[in-house]
């Protein structure tokens, strides 16, 4: 190589030649990451052994009832408890990444970048839990045991179909939900609206339910703040993880938290409205069934053909939401 030809290249490389300078380009060893990995519904569910594929459990809809009697002449008829099997199909969520040998001790001899190869596998996992989490709310399968996809049954799916996943009979049926418009006052407000439906719930005679917490996207969670600003309604805030202060209101199941997720859909409808959903649960009795660790798992596979290291990460499981006709609920607003 000529002389005037190295130092053509040295020029490219370097950003700036002169009398005893010569400058390249250099870089901050951490990578600016604000790339989301979690929502907040994947943190906070139940986490339970599966029983097997498919999962099983058992769910009791009545219980024998007592009648009364002439007390000088007992009669009773023989009753029974009425429960039914539940089961629902276990999911696989992978992903994989292969590292170049060469690449990767290029990196370390630079020693910019020294842990990188480990962000980008604790990334890989991170990539896994964020398709969990996405899934666990929006999942488009639409049954739990004959299944049509491979993703997860989505819990929002679950709650808006319960009565007909469940397939409980005995007279049970789903609360209807309550449906709006606008931020309005008075009777018809958002939080009004909410407490008279979670009132509905706890008011049934044939189930004891108490709703312990609400998810919404947090644009619909901020058409509830808008609203109680607007007409000075008294809400209250709780801490449910440490930093994550949220609106809470009081309700006849006490004091329920709105927790924003952001994998919760908000539809546009047109004219500049969107179709929101509050979805009012009750935490333990939405469970992720798992197969051997409820956290993904990493599997080294052997070196390919040009010596690179291979990765794969593997989740099995499987979300489901018992007593969805009863123990949960959507309330269906359009604003």
């Given at each position: ?18 009398p005893g300078v010569i400058e390249v380009d250099s870089y901050q060893t951490e990578i600016t990451d604000l790339v989301r990995r979690r929502f907040q519904f994947g943190q906070r569910i139940k986490q339970t052994r599966a029983t097997g594929q498919p999962s099983r459990y058992f769910e009791q809809f ?274």
């Open positions: 190589m000529s002389k005037a030809m190295f130092i053509d290249r040295m020029s490219a490389a370097a950003t700036y030649l002169g009545t219980i024998p009832l007592g009648e009364f009697t002439n007390p000088r002449q007992i009669v009773s008829e023989a009753a029974q408890p009425s429960r039914g099997e539940r089961a629902l199909n276990l999911k696989a969520i992978v992903s994989a990444m292969n590292f170049s040998l060469f690449d990767v001790e290029v990196t370390q001899q630079q020693g910019e970048f020294q842990g990188l190869q480990a962000k980008d596998l604790t990334d890989l996992v991170n990539g896994v839990m964020y398709t969990h989490d996405l899934a666990l709310w929006a999942g488009n399968d639409t049954d739990l045991l004959a299944n049509t996809t491979t993703q997860y049954v989505g819990c929002s799916g679950q709650i808006l179909r319960g009565a007909e996943l469940a397939n409980i009979g005995n007279g049970v049926t789903t609360i209807t939900p309550v449906t709006g418009s606008g931020i309005v006052s008075g009777a018809s407000s958002i939080v009004d609206q909410i407490k008279t439906y979670i009132a509905s719930m706890v008011a049934r005679e044939d189930y004891e339910v108490l709703p312990t917490s609400i998810y919404a996207n947090p644009l619909t969670c901020d058409q509830l703040d808008r609203e109680a600003k607007l007409l000075n309604l008294n809400v209250d805030k709780v801490q449910i993880t440490p930093g994550l202060v949220v609106t809470a209101i009081m309700t006849q199941a006490g004091l329920i938290p709105i927790i924003p997720d952001a994998s919760i859909k908000v539809f546009p409808q047109g004219n500049g409205t969107f179709l929101h959903t509050f979805f009012v649960t009750t935490d333990n009795m939405i469970e992720y069934h798992y197969l051997t660790d409820p956290n993904p798992r990493v599997f080294q596979l052997g070196l390919t053909g040009n010596l690179g290291g291979s990765f794969s990460v593997v989740k099995f499981g499987a979300p489901v939401v018992k007593g969805a006709p009863y123990a949960h609920g959507a309330l269906i607003m359009i604003r």
